[in-house]
């Protein structure tokens, strides 16, 4: 069965600090990949997503991901935190063609001053 | 980019009433839309997707009767919780997809049912 795994529930860094959040699928081929973030009260805001071509893909907010095939991995890194990314983040993926999302359980990222 | 808009944001009801909410793509037309319930601390769970003029596709699991959909124009889709009761209570999020297949999603609802 299709699943998304984000093995951190709650991440806390210093702001200024690099980050790295984690995302782990299963799936029997590569599916479409996706990060999202949700601040309180808003809906969900697409950072990145990848299809094919390069595994290392650049998104918005100065966020980037690598997909490695290898370990059905899609992390989501930031090299430098600010305080206004405090949010939820989801990682997502599409089986191909189906138009389905399947999401993970969210990290829920604090950013100290 | 694309806007999503959600009615209403709150609603608190009685159990046995219906509610319906409301999902709408204010500057583009959404090919297809899907409605997604978000536990609290969990992963938004795929409800049911909707294309307009034809029947809603529900997961597996999902009451049909209890959620209805209705994708009236390629602008609006509306869910309504029908005899709604405590363990409905959640947060309801649609997305809409545009002809590029990029989805976007509104701000959700909290639907509290007393």
């Known amino acids: 069965a299709q699943s998304v795994t984000q093995p951190d529930i709650h991440i806390t860094v210093s702001e200024g600090a690099s980050l790295e959040l984690r995302c782990n699928y299963s799936y029997g081929a590569t599916p479409y990949l996706f990060w999202y973030v949700q601040s309180p009260g808003q809906g969900l805001q697409l950072l990145l997503k990848?299809?094919?071509?390069?595994?290392l893909v650049q998104g918005i907010k100065g966020f980037e991901a690598e997909f490695k095939r290898s370990q059905s991995s899609f992390n989501l890194r930031k090299p430098s935190v600010h305080w206004s990314d405090a949010a939820e983040y989801f990682c997502?993926?599409?089986?191909?063609?189906?138009?389905?999302?399947?999401f993970g359980s969210g990290t829920k990222l604090n950013v100290k001053p | 980019g694309a806007v999503v808009s959600q009615h209403p944001s709150r609603v608190i009801c009685k159990s046995g009433t219906s509610v319906k909410i409301e999902c709408r793509s204010l500057?583009?037309?959404?090919?297809?839309m899907f409605w997604y319930r978000q536990f609290p601390k969990q992963s938004l769970m795929l409800m049911a997707t909707s294309n307009e003029g034809s029947k809603a596709t529900y997961e597996q699991g999902v009451e049909k009767d209890k959620f209805l959909i209705n994708h009236a124009s390629l602008t609006l889709s509306t869910l309504t919780v029908t005899s709604a009761h405590p363990e409905d209570s959640s947060f309801y999020i649609c997305?809409?997809?545009?002809?590029?297949?990029?989805?976007?999603f509104g701000p959700g609802t909290r639907l509290t049912v007393l």
């Open positions: 997305s809409a997809r545009d002809f590029y297949n990029e989805q976007f």
């Open positions: 997502a993926v599409e089986r191909n063609n189906f138009n389905k999302f399947y």
């Open positions: 990848y299809f094919s071509g390069d595994t």
């Open positions: 500057d583009f037309q959404a090919t297809t």
